[in-house]
C-alpha cells in the first residue's frame, strides 16, 4: 500500500529558507521506516520538534514509538510530547541517553554536528546494540559540516578532540576558511578538511571500522547519510529505497547550486546591510553640519572669499549642494 504523502510546510519555522530540518528529506526517510519495519526510533537532537512532528505522525499510522533526545529542547517539542503518546522527550545529553536505548530500530543522529559527538554517539549505540546495529540515518553529511566540525558547547568537547574554532564564522561553500559575510554558525571549525574534522568524516571512521557496513548518502538539504548492515532483514528493502537516491549526480549538482546561491544571498545580504549602515551615518553628519553654525559662517565667508577673487567657485560648499546630496 502506497503511503499518504507527509503534511509538511517547510518554511513554517524556517524563515531564512535554509531548509535545515530533516522533516524536508520526509519523501526518503519515511520510506526507510517502513523498509526496516520499525517499531521503535530514537531521534537525536530534536530541538523544536520539526522532524519529531513528522515522525509522530508516522508512529500512529505505523504503531510505533518515538524517542526525542534532546538537553534543551524548545518549547514547541514539549508541547508536542505532552499532546502525543506516540512520543517519550528525554532531556539530557545524547551520550548520556543513547545507552538506555540500545534496542531501538532506528537511531536519527542529528544533533552537535562535529566528528566528536558523532563518533561518541556511534560508540553508544553500538554499544547498546551489540551485534544488532540498528539502522542509522545522519543528518548534515553534505556541505557545510560533511567536513567542517561545529560546536554547540565548545567546553564539552575535549581539546585534544576539537579543531581551531572562529566563533560565529561565516561559511560559503567556496572558502574552505572563513568568508565574511557567509551563513553564521556558532562555533565552527576555523577551516573543513583533514582528519577527525566533520559528520561525514566521523560516519567513514566508523563504518571503515565495522566490516560489511553499507554506507548511502543523499545529497539534498545538507546530506542525508544512511548505514545499515548488509546482513540485516530489511537490507535489500532499504537498499532499493535508497538506490535512485544515493549519491545521485543531478541532486549533488542542485544541492551544490542551492547552498552557493544561499550563501552568495547572505554575503550580498550582509555587504548591502554594512553600506546601509555606513549611508545613514554620512547622513546624520550632513544633517549635522546643516545645523552647524560654523558650517554657515564658513559658507559666508567662502562666498565672500569668491567674490573678492581670492577662492574658486569650486571652493564654495554650500547648504544648498548638501539638501541635494541628502535628497538624492
Given amino acids: 500500500m502506497q503511503r499518504e504523502q507527509p503534511q509538511i510546510d517547510p518554511h513554517a519555522n524556517d524563515p531564512g529558507r535554509w531548509g535545515h530540518s530533516l522533516q524536508n528529506l520526509a519523501e526518503v526517510l519515511l520510506p526507510l521506516l517502513d523498509a526496516a519495519g520499525a517499531r521503535s526510533v530514537v531521534e537525536v537532537g530534536a530541538y523544536a520538534g520539526d522532524l519529531t512532528g513528522v515522525l509522530v505522525d508516522w508512529a500512529a499510522g505505523a504503531g510505533a514509538r518515538v524517542v526525542a533526545i534532546d538537553p534543551m529542547p524548545q518549547e514547541r517539542l514539549v508541547r508536542l510530547a505532552d499532546e502525543r503518546a506516540e512520543l517519550e522527550l528525554v532531556r539530557e545529553t545524547s551520550l548520556a541517553a543513547l545507552p538506555r536505548f ?8 542529528d544533533g552537535d554536528h562535529n566528528h566528536y559527538t558523532v563518533s561518541e554517539e556511534l560508540r553508544a549505540v553500538a554499544s547498546a546494540a551489540g551485534d544488532e546495529l540498528p539502522l542509522l540515518l545522519f543528518h548534515d553529511v553534505g556541505w557545510p559540516h560533511a567536513r567542517r566540525d561545529d560546536y554547540y558547547a565548545v567546553d564539552q568537547i575535549p581539546s585534544e578532540r576539537r579543531q581551531p574554532i572562529h566563533e560565529g564564522g561565516g561559511l560559503h561553500p567556496d572558502e574552505p576558511g572563513i568568508r565574511f559575510g557567509g551563513l553564521p554558525y556558532r562555533a565552527p571549525a576555523a577551516r573543513e578538511g583533514g582528519p577527525g574534522n566533520g559528520v561525514l568524516t566521523a560516519v567513514e571512521d566508523f563504518v571503515a571500522e565495522h566490516d560489511g557496513l553499507r554506507l548511502a548518502i543523499v545529497p539534498a538539504f545538507f546530506g542525508l547519510g544512511v548505514v545499515w548492515s548488509p546482513n540485516a532483514p530489511y537490507a535489500a528493502a532499504v537498499s532499493e529505497v535508497l538506490e535512485p537516491w544515493d549519491r545521485n549526480p543531478l541532486i549533488e549538482r542542485l544541492e551544490t547550486n542551492r ?3 544561499l550563501a552568495e544571498a547572505h554575503v550580498q545580504t550582509t555587504h548591502a546591510s554594512l553600506w546601509q549602515q555606513r549611508a545613514e551615518r554620512r547622513r546624520l553628519v550632513l544633517e549635522r553640519l ?10 559666508r565667508v567662502s562666498r565672500l572669499r ?5 577662492a574658486t567657485e569650486q571652493s564654495i560648499v554650500s547648504k544648498e549642494e548638501i539638501r541635494r546630496a541628502l535628497d538624492d
Fill in 259 to 261: 547552498v552557493f546561491h
Fill in 102 to 109: 540500545g534496542g531501538a530500530d532506528v537511531v536519527i543522529i
Fill in 306 to 310: 569668491h567674490r573678492a577673487g581670492i
Fill in 290 to 299: 546643516l545645523e552647524s553654525r560654523a558650517f554657515a559662517l564658513a559658507e
